[in-house]
T-cell receptor, first 111, second 115 residues
């Protein structure tokens, strides 16, 4: 069965520190991969996506993600977090036409 | 170019009432998807529709839930005889195609509360 796993439910980081959110997928073939961010009570905003090609993908708000086929991973990174990055982050994989989402990682930023 | 629009943004219903959630896809998009986000969970696929056709409803509960995407007008997700467990955020997404490098664009969601 196709699935996406985000091992970390909650991460707390200091403002200015680096952030890495983990995502692993289980699919028969390489799926298309996405990271979304959701602020409380809001909808989903696409941060970045991977379809093919360069395995290091740049997104909005200073985020990047690296696709590693050997590890079935698509981890999200940001070198220096801002207080406004506090939100919930979802990794998702597209198989055919359905998006499968991980359970999400909540990021708290402390001053 | 307006994004995906959903209304209402918030909906409160009493148990046993009907809930109607509307989704207008982005201009030029003929593929619509509905997802449900239960509290403290990620989004789960419910149904995929093209104009006038249901392509895949494998994520829809078998009873009380239905969806349509008529030739004219928005897509409608209808929940009959709502129960407390239906309280969730319902997101609609649209795309120009249904396959390939198919980015889905999400609306702001409708948050349903069942009293």
């Amino acid at each position: 069965a196709q699935s996406v796993t985000q091992p970390d439910i909650h991460i707390t980081v200091s403002e200015g520190a680096s952030l890495e959110l983990r995502c692993n997928y289980s699919y028969g073939a390489t799926p298309y991969l996405f990271w979304y961010v959701q602020s409380p009570g809001q909808g989903l905003q696409l941060l970045l996506k991977y379809f093919s090609g360069d395995t290091l993908v740049q997104g909005i708000k200073g985020f990047e993600a690296e696709f590693k086929r050997s590890q079935s991973s698509f981890n999200l990174r940001k070198p220096s977090v801002h207080w406004s990055d506090a939100a919930e982050y979802f990794c998702a994989a597209l198989g055919d036409y359905k998006l499968s989402f991980g359970a999400g990682t909540t990021v708290t930023v402390r001053a | 170019n307006a994004g995906v629009m959903q209304n209402p943004r918030h909906l409160v219903r009493r148990r046993g009432q009907e809930a109607r959630l509307r989704c207008s896809p982005m201009k030029g998009h003929s593929h619509v998807y509905w997802y449900r986000q239960l509290p403290e969970e990620g989004l789960k696929f419910m149904v995929y529709l093209q104009k006038e056709n249901i392509i895949d409803e494998s994520g829809m509960p078998k009873e009380r839930f239905s969806a349509e995407f008529p030739k004219e007008g928005p897509s409608i997700l209808r929940i009959q005889q709502v129960v407390r467990g239906d309280s969730a955020a319902y997101f609609c997404a649209s795309s120009p195609t249904g396959t390939g490098e198919n980015e889905q664009f999400f609306g702001p969601g409708t948050r349903l509360t069942v009293l």
